[in-house]
C-alpha cells in the first residue's frame, strides 16, 4: 500500500493571513501524525510565503515519521538543508509569481544544477527525490543524476477536463510509474489530488507515497467548522 505524507504548507498560509502565530504548522504536523500518516511535508519557498525557516527548524525536531523538504534548487535552500538534514529533499521548480508549483522540473534545462544539488546533499547522506512530469525523458535523466526517487507530478491528471484526456493523462502516469520502477527509482506522486482522484489509482503498484495538501487541509477547514463554532458558542453561554 502506498504511504501518505501531508503538505502542511497551507496551514501556514492561512497563519500568514494574519501574521499572527495560529494556526501553527508543526502543531498541524503533530495531528497529521497521529492521524497515521508517513510523513510531513512542507515547501520553503524563497519568499516565505507560508513556511517560514522557524517552522522548519521546530519540525526537523518535533517530526517522528518522515520530515520532507520541498525547495527550489539554489544554494540558499541546499544550505537550509545540510543544516536541518530532512529525511528526504524534494527539489521543484520555483516561480515567485505563481500560486502553487506549476510543473515538474525541467531536467532538459536545469540538469547539471540538479545534479550539482543532488551530489551535495548525498554526501551528507540526505535523500533526494525529483518533482518531474509524467515524461519517460525525465525519468530517465533523474536516474542518470543519481536521484533516489521522482516524484510524478499528478497536476495535469487531476485538471483534465473529460474521460478522454483523464485517461490519456492518467497513462503517461501509470508508463511513468512502470519505468521507475524499471530503473529502480523510489516513486512519490502528488500534486492536486483529492478525494476524488486519489481513487484512480486503485490497483495501480509501485508508488511508494502520495504527498498531498491542499485537499487534506480544506477539507479539515470544513469538517472541523462545526466543533470550533459549537465550541465557541459553549464559552458565549458561559458569559
Ligand atoms: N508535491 C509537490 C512537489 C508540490 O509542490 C505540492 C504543492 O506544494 C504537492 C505535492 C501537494 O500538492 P497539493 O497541495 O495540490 O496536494
Given at each position: 500500500m502506498p504511504g501518505l505524507a501531508v503538505n502542511v504548507d497551507h496551514v501556514a498560509t492561512l497563519r500568514e493571513a494574519r501574521?499572527?502565530?495560529?494556526?501553527?504548522p508543526v502543531m498541524a504536523a503533530g495531528i497529521v501524525e497521529l492521524a497515521g500518516a508517513d510523513g510531513v511535508v512542507v515547501h520553503l519557498r524563497e519568499d516565505r510565503r507560508h513556511i517560514h525557516d522557524r517552522d522548519v527548524r521546530i519540525l526537523r525536531k518535533t517530526v517522528t515519521s518522515k520530515l520532507i523538504l520541498e525547495m527550489a534548487t539554489t544554494s540558499e535552500m541546499i544550505d537550509i538543508a545540510l543544516e536541518i538534514k530532512p529525511d528526504l529533499v524534494t527539489l521543484v521548480p520555483e516561480k515567485r509569481?505563481?500560486?502553487?508549483?506549476?510543473?515538474?522540473?525541467?531536467l532538459h534545462l536545469h540538469k547539471d544544477a540538479v545534479s550539482d544539488a543532488i551530489n551535495i546533499l548525498k554526501k551528507e547522506d540526505i535523500p533526494v527525490s525529483i518533482f518531474i512530469d509524467p515524461d519517460p525523458d525525465q525519468i530517465e535523466i533523474a536516474r542518470r543524476i543519481n536521484a533516489d526517487f521522482v516524484e510524478i507530478h499528478t497536476g495535469v491528471f487531476c485538471d483534465a477536463q473529460g474521460p478522454k484526456k483523464r485517461a490519456e493523462a492518467f497513462d503517461k502516469i501509470v508508463e511513468s510509474v512502470k519505468l521507475g520502477r524499471k530503473l529502480k527509482l523510489g516513486i512519490n506522486a502528488g500534486h492536486g489530488l483529492g478525494y476524488q482522484t486519489i481513487?484512480?489509482?486503485?490497483?495501480?503498484?509501485?508508488?511508494?507515497e502520495f504527498s498531498i495538501g491542499h485537499s487534506i487541509i480544506a477539507r479539515a477547514v470544513i469538517v472541523g467548522l462545526d466543533r470550533a463554532v459549537r465550541e465557541m458558542i459553549a464559552l458565549i453561554k458561559e458569559l
Open positions: 501574521k499572527i502565530n495560529i494556526p501553527d509569481e505563481e500560486l502553487t508549483t506549476e510543473g515538474g522540473l525541467d481513487k484512480a489509482f486503485k490497483g495501480l503498484s509501485g508508488i511508494d
